[in-house]
């Protein structure tokens, strides 16, 4: 533990006069964080851990549980009456921002209505849409986040001294600086050095090297996790530029980012691996499928143009990459693509078009990496890869302008909504048979009615005006 977590734990026993809020990336200990005050404060402290995708009713039973209460039913008030019977002195909830929609509004509301005299702790990634943005503003709400949770030189240092690794303060400095100070990679990597005795000018890449495959997996399992994950990826993986407006959202939302002087930064161990990745990927062939949906079809890999022999081709492909899985069975496609045809006939079209699309990919990038990106053995028709859609980054658009809408930042707003509308060429199923999404197609259009509605809206023009005023008066 550095010491300045060990002071952290300490402190959490003092009288609380206003909610915590420990905030920041996965790896930063903050559940442990939770469990070390749990256990040295047990007698007046209760902890509650929400699970992702948890709604409203399964949010209000995990708080019932305090009381030994385990029951179907659940409701705001049962919660309520549930932690006042458990009479803690301190309440630390972890993983509330991983809930539902629904969930998170439960979590709301119940901090909200929570008695005042209870100390209360939230552990999260983000505190988008769970807190009112006001509370760190008048002294409701104390942030600790990344900045605070991280090692310190002075940890590094102290902690070579106690495993008895051989190192030079400037070592120190040169680990936290490369790591950012993340926990999760500082302690791995004084416990490897510890463990095999490397001094600490060497551990860091000696810890790359041990544990470089498996913090790729985690970086890659957390970013499925994300409604951003794909654009950090794709962003670092040389397939598109990072631009503030992606800091932004991937600060939002907790994903491997933080705040500095400078502004939001992503955590220097993930461009590191990441870029490895990116060199691994151009050395065996492997780079991201991005796709362009709205409209039509457009397909690249890399930096080259799929180009397909048959428009179905292209339906069928499309498809795919609009299933969750990338996935299909071959009846599946058949009663999808070619409806009412003979089976027979519907297999050998499904056939063609299948052989059809492994051209094309092939095309691009050579015989023997086709089955990276498709395979069509057995019952099963796969895309395979890392995928980038517009839908996905329209999605995330839309969500930050109604989170910033919510809170009332409408500068920020507007940045979103335009590139939504940029993004949204054209109807999701242009061109597609009727194919099980047209219910999807009809909320990206509820999406894009909101973005020209909220486009037009006389206060955002307001705020365009100012801008431009700005500018202009910059430039004068």
């Known amino acids: ?32 964080l939770a469990a070390q005050v749990t256990q040295l404060h047990h007698a007046r402290c209760k902890y509650v851990s929400f699970l992702p995708g948890d709604d409203a009713a399964a949010v209000h039973r995990r708080l019932m549980r305090l009381a030994g209460v385990i029951s179907h039913e659940s409701s705001l008030d049962a919660a309520l009456d549930a932690v006042e019977n458990a009479a803690p002195a301190m309440l630390i909830l972890d993983h509330a921002d991983a809930t539902s929609e629904s ?7 119940f901090i909200a209505a929570l008695d005042s005299r209870i100390g209360l702790t939230l552990c999260m990634r983000s505190v988008d849409r769970l807190i009112d943005p006001g509370w760190l503003c008048d002294g409701t709400a104390e942030m600790i986040d990344a900045r605070v949770l991280a090692f310190t030189p002075e940890d590094v240092s102290r902690m070579c001294a106690d495993l008895a690794i051989a190192f030079e303060d400037r070592d120190a400095a040169a680990l936290v600086r490369e790591t950012d100070g993340w926990p999760i990679v500082v302690a791995g990597t004084l416990r490897l050095a510890a463990t095999n005795r490397v001094p600490l000018r060497d551990a860091y890449r000696f810890w790359y090297r041990e544990c470089g495959k498996a913090f790729a997996d985690f970086i890659a399992t957390q970013c499925e996790r994300s409604a951003y994950g794909e654009q950090l990826l794709a962003a670092f ?25 400078d502004g939001a930064k992503v955590l220097a161990p993930v461009g590191s691996v990441l870029r490895s990745f990116r060199a691994e990927q151009a050395h065996s062939g492997r780079a991201t499928l991005v796709a362009k949906l709205f409209g039509g079809s457009q397909v690249r890999i890399g930096s080259d143009q ?68 498709f395979t069509a053995e057995g019952d099963s028709v796969i895309v395979r890869a890392n995928i980038v859609t517009d839908v996905a980054e329209f999605l995330a658009h839309v969500g930050a302008a109604r ?57 955002l023009r307001a705020v365009d005006d100012v801008a431009d005023e700005s500018e202009q008066a910059a430039s004068a």
Not at 253 to 258: D, E, I, S, V
Not at 342 to 366: K, M, Y
Request: proline letters at 3%.
């Open 237 to 261: 993986c040389g397939e598109r530029p990072i631009a503030a407006a992606d800091l932004e959202l991937w600060q939002r939302t907790g994903l491997f980012t933080f705040a500095t002087a």
């Open 103 to 109: 969930g998170r509004e439960a979590v709301s509301a």
């Open 306 to 373: 799929v180009q397909w022999v048959r428009r179905k081709d292209s339906q069928v492909f499309k498809y795919l990459l609009l299933k969750e899985t990338h996935s299909a069975t071959r009846a599946e496609l058949m009663k999808v693509f070619w409806t009412d045809r003979d089976p027979q006939i519907a297999a050998q079209g499904l056939r063609t078009t299948c052989s059809n699309i492994r051209h094309a990919i092939r095309a691009v990038v050579g015989e023997d990496r086709v089955d990276a990106y």
């Open 403 to 459: 989170s910033g809408a919510a809170h009332g930042s409408h500068a920020r707003v507007a940045g979103h909504l335009e590139k939504a509308r940029d993004i949204y060429r054209g109807d999701l199923l242009t061109g597609m048979p009727s194919c099980g999404f047209e219910s999807f197609a009809t909320q990206l259009r509820a999406h894009l009615a909101y973005v020209i509605q909220r486009l037009n809206a006389p206060q």
């Open 1 to 32: 533990m550095s010491f300045q977590r060990q002071a952290l734990v300490e402190r959490f026993g003092a009288p609380l006069s206003a909610v915590r809020l420990v905030c920041a990336p996965a790896g930063f200990g903050k559940s442990i």
